[in-house]
């Protein structure tokens, strides 16, 4: 079954947003990867993990996650994940991934998160 | 990929779901879904549901890429099984890679990997990994209905345990060595099954959550 493995990347200010597709698995790792590589470039010191539109990760999807909210943690990131459902919330904090990031449910209370250190760059997130 | 078959198993009249899937990543889907399906139809909530799909498709990934060691051509068996209070679901597969026993920590061989048989064990009420004596690995996994499913409202439409014997349906003890990552393992007497026990060197174990 094919799948569509595309990360999408946009930069708003210092917050960098990986878009994740429907389906988070092993064959998402080089796109995730390529999208991650582009925002550390960039030297953003915030990554928002947007999976509102992924509504299946696997475990190798979920260990996908770890190895780069890990990558970003030791390079001084803050990480963020973006639009999980409460059963990916549920599987987040079993694999220890939500005391390593931080789980928001939107876009609104991101932007609450980040105002006091990103208050202008906020504006035209998606 | 076959259409997924409903019939009644031939010794309990229980409906049984038989779905033989293609060794190829992405066909996990097909199973998560029939399974999701059936235990919607059956009463259990949205979290359980999603719990469910989960350690079903966790499952099929580890026989596809482990069980049938990547062979393409070789397929897994996924058989649901649904009574008044439990619904149950195996996998099996060829058995080229034995299930691990005991379970390796969980994240191994690194952070990336090694993740779906601590999800099986984390979310599913029973869980049994057993070496078939014909050959082939299965997992068998159970939840529990805290009430009895409106499909079956009659308590005599039940089914015994996945493993160790026919007493009524309860969590099994867990008294037992603990794994590196923290899970009780617990290895069982043979299981008995609708043919009869099962070969007695067949290792099983079952974690309960």
New interface residues.
Partial sequence: ???DAEVGLRQDGIIGYMDFPRDV???TREAAYRAYTELARAKLSVVVMNFTDSD?L???G???V??LV?DAVQAGRRVYALGL???YRK?FG??GLTERMTLVRDESELRDLLAPTAPAESSSAA | MTTPALSGDALTGLPTVEISLPG??????VAREAAALVARHMGFSP?RV??LK?AV??AC?NAVEHGNGGDTGSRVQVILRAAATRLEVSVNDRGVTPLPDPLPP??LPN??????L??IV?LMDEVAFQRLPEGGNRVCMVIHLQQPSVLFPSPAAEIGPVVAGSGPVEAPPSTSAESANGVSLETLAPETTQDGPANADTPSAIVPA
């Fill in positions: 079954m094919s799948q698995t092993a064959q299946y696997n475990s190798a979920i260990g996908l770890i190895s890990e459902s409460s059963h599987l079993m694999v | 190829l990543p992405g066909f996990e889907k979290d999603e719990d989960t498709a966790e990934l969980p994240g952070r990336t990997r090694g993740w779906g601590f999800f984390g």
